[in-house]
Every structure is written in C-alpha cells, then in structure tokens.
C-alpha cells in the first residue's frame, strides 16, 4: 500500500469526523456552514448500514444532520484505532472506532468506510457501523 493513499484516507476520516461534531455541537450557522462543507464529501451513490441495521442513502444522511443540528452541545467525538484493511488504485476501505461521549454516558462503533481518492479529494462511497457493547468499548 502506498503511504500517501493511507495517509488522505486516514485524513478523511478525522476530517469527516470533526465535521459531523460541528454539527452536532453548533447551531446554525456554524453548523450549517460544516454540513454545507461535508455534503460533497459523499459520493452521489453513498450509501451506510447504520448501527441499527437500517441503510441509509445520501439524501436521507443529509437530513439526518440537518434535524441534529446543534442539538448535541457538549458531545466529544474520538477517532481511534484507525487501519487500512485494503487497497487498490485509489479506493482505499479503512476500519476505525468511534466513540462518542456526552452527558457521561459513553456509545461507541466499530465503522469501516470505503473512500475513493479523486481530483476534488477523498471521497466516501461506502460506510458500515456495528455498534459496540460496554464490555468491548
């Protein structure tokens, strides 16, 4: 695997992430600033199986953090153990943990995303999130 694709993937990633946690933590504008600035970050053909087994398409990921927006004030977002399980030209699919902490409660997902690197940067084509128990968190 070439270093530069781990890399922009990795990248993605924590960007994505710190994106999503604007949005969740600020009100308009801030937020709607951050959900304009992460829409084209998916593929037009994105698709994600959520924790809860539900798939869901780019139209309806986008609403989703439109109707959260701002309303998480205080959530902390934390991208670990990031690993690149496969390669190829420039689609690159990364596992990560996410946890997510707020209220001092704790929730936390094993996710594995398939980027695809193009002239306008990293972009998601694929995401799968399985929730994780306390005992594995």
């Given at each position: 695997m070439h270093s530069n694709n781990i890399e922009w993937a990795h990248h993605s990633v924590h960007h994505v992430h710190d994106l999503?946690?604007?949005i969740f933590?600020?009100?308009?504008?801030?937020?709607?600033?951050?959900?304009?600035?992460?829409?084209?970050?998916?593929?037009d053909?994105?698709?994600?199986?959520?924790?809860?087994?539900?798939?869901?398409?780019r139209d309806q990921v986008a609403h989703l953090f439109h109707r959260a927006m701002g309303a998480r004030p205080g959530l902390q977002?934390?991208?670990?153990?990031?690993?690149t399980v496969w390669q190829a030209g420039d689609?690159?699919?990364?596992?990560?943990?996410?946890?997510?902490?707020?209220?001092?409660?704790?929730?936390?997902?094993?996710?594995l995303v398939i980027l695809l690197e193009t002239p306008a940067g990293a972009r998601w084509h694929y995401l799968h999130e399985t929730a994780l128990s306390p005992e594995a968190q």
């Open positions: 999503i946690h604007r933590t600020c009100p308009a504008p801030a937020g709607q600033a951050a959900l304009t600035e992460l829409m084209p970050v998916f593929t053909t994105f698709s994600m199986v959520s924790t809860g087994g539900a798939i869901v398409d977002i934390l991208v670990s153990d990031l690993h689609t690159v699919a990364v596992r990560y943990q996410e946890t997510h902490r707020l209220n001092g409660v704790s929730s936390a997902r094993l996710s």
